[in-house]
T-cell receptor
Framework: DAKTTQPNSMESNEEEPVHLPCNHSTISGTDYIHWYRQLPSQGPEYVIHGLTSNVNNRMASLAIAEDRKSSTLILHRATLRDAAVYYCIPSTDSWGKLQFGAGTQVVVTP | DGGITQSPKYLFRKEGQNVTLSCEQNLNHDAMYWYRQDPGQGLRLIYYSQIVNDFQKGDIAEGYSVSREKKESFPLTVTSAQKNPTAFYLC????????????FGPGTRLTVL
């Protein structure tokens, strides 16, 4: 499994963008890059995933480096509800298993 | 509403007792998973099941057991052999053909006294 490196925590002001980096230099060519987030005392929630191209959905955007060794999750306008731990997970396991690291704690201040 | 339910949300047990955590889904998903989460850490995989009557050990299966008699249900038993059972337990399921996207339940917080 590919190893990931994420900052322990990041702070943002409300309504400003948040850029969450993830390094995954050992990623294999078939690994998708998944992002999940976990609000306090809740189960994780799928955010977005991609393979090579940048991806957008209603929650966030995912920018993937050309060499695929890093990616950035972009929350365009942070709200207080976006305060959570964000996990970056490269995965291509045929059983669908996900390896969660410690993630990045995002703090949003009003 | 479709989704994954886990009950109860909080569970207390005495040391040495077995306890079974419930996980039910009405999403018609084949694959189901159990994870454990300790404070300040990420999730670790306990067991997973791809189809009914089949399941595999994850990274930390010792002291746990599961069954998968129905597609909708994947109960987890925490046995007395689990040395440190106090944790937050999360169940998930995955739709067929998805690229690993999993849907999680709300979790059960188990405290062993």
């Amino acid at each position: 499994d590919a190893k990931t490196t994420q900052p322990n925590s990041m702070e943002s002001n409300e309504e400003e963008p948040v850029h969450l980096p993830c390094n995954h230099s050992t990623i294999s060519g078939t690994d998708y890059i998944h992002w999940y987030r976990q609000l306090p005392s809740q189960g994780p929630e799928y955010v977005i995933h991609g393979l090579t191209s940048n991806v957008n959905n209603r929650m966030a955007s995912l920018a993937i480096a050309e060499d695929r060794k890093s990616s950035t999750l972009i929350l365009h306008r942070a709200t207080l509800r976006d305060a959570a731990v964000y996990y970056c997970i490269p995965s291509t396991d045929s059983w669908g298993k996900l390896q969660f690291g410690a993630g990045t704690q995002v703090v949003v201040t009003p | 509403d479709g989704g994954i339910t886990q009950s109860p949300k909080y569970l207390f047990r005495k040391e040495g007792q077995n306890v079974t955590l419930s996980c039910e889904q009405n999403l018609n998903h084949d694959a189901m998973y159990w994870y454990r989460q300790d404070p300040g850490q990420g999730l670790r995989l306990i067991y997973y099941s791809q189809i009914v009557n089949d399941f595999q050990k994850g990274d930390i299966a010792e002291g746990y057991s599961v069954s998968r008699e129905k597609k909708e249900s994947f109960p987890l038993t925490v046995t007395s052999a689990q040395k440190n059972p106090t944790a937050f337990y999360l169940c998930a399921s995955r739709p067929p053909g998805s690229t690993d996207t999993q849907y999680f339940g709300p979790g059960t917080r188990l405290t062993v006294l």
